[in-house]
């Protein structure tokens, strides 16, 4: 409905702002300061990312209610991935915050989603932009799995910091003798990524295929 389609458009709309906004943030903090501004990356531009990631939760719900017709298992994996590392991750400890692998994680995340929330918006109005579209459907093949890899690179660098302080391990007292040792919990949560990387690249290949061919057909008929 029209009423859909206009939410959708502001909710894409509202993403694509954030998005840029973090962007350009981070290239103009790079020509302005060099190396040094990678340090702090999630000091300056964390809370928008955060409100942007949160704020991404309810394409998960889009799906379900069936306003978007993406495969929801796909879209549920590459959210949850981002809202683990954020919050769980890198939020939490501050140490890994400075670390140059935020900045590029950040930097990932953006240039996807700059590109897709473009898309999206053109395609709620009927614009069929042929190299964008092939842009949206070629680069995340590229640069998705690179963002896996700077995922689990950030987990890892985390790992002595959760050790340390203990974060999220949980030890119950007797009679119940039972306990969570949070480091072994990131140490499977990668193997998880890994194993959902390979599903959703294989997704995004099905994609690819499907979207470019709509739209080479499309401009052969023109």
């Known amino acids: 409905s029209f009423a859909m389609n206009t939410y959708l458009f502001v909710y894409d709309l509202m993403q694509f702002c954030g998005h840029s906004w973090i962007f350009t943030n981070m290239i103009i903090r790079f020509l302005s300061f060099g190396k040094d501004s990678l340090a702090d990356t999630f000091y300056s531009i964390g809370l928008v990312m955060r409100l942007c990631q949160l704020l991404s939760v309810l394409e998960i719900l889009h799906i379900l209610i069936g306003i978007d ?10 959210i949850t991935e ?5 919050f769980v991750v890198i939020n939490s400890q501050e140490e890994v915050q400075g670390k140059y692998i935020v900045c590029v994680l950040f930097f990932l995340w953006n240039l996807l989603d700059v590109v897709r929330y473009t898309y999206n918006m053109l395609a709620r ?41 203990g974060t999220y391990s949980i030890e119950l007292p007797c009679p119940f003798a039972f306990s969570i040792y949070f480091p072994y ?38």
């Open 69 to 78: 017709k993406s495969r929801l298992f796909p879209r549920f994996l590459q």
């Open 82 to 86: 981002r809202i683990i590392v954020l």
């Open 125 to 165: 109005t009927g614009i069929d932009y042929l190299p964008l579209t092939w842009l949206n459907f070629s680069l995340c093949i590229l640069l998705y799995p690179l963002s896996v890899l700077a995922k689990a690179f950030a987990i890892c660098v985390s790992l002595p910091y959760f050790e340390s302080f």
């Open 185 to 222: 919990v990131l140490k499977m949560y990668l193997l998880v990524l890994f194993i959902g990387m390979c599903f959703i690249i294989q997704n995004l290949f099905s994609e690819r295929k499907a979207h470019l061919g709509t739209s080479n057909i499309k401009k052969k008929r023109s």
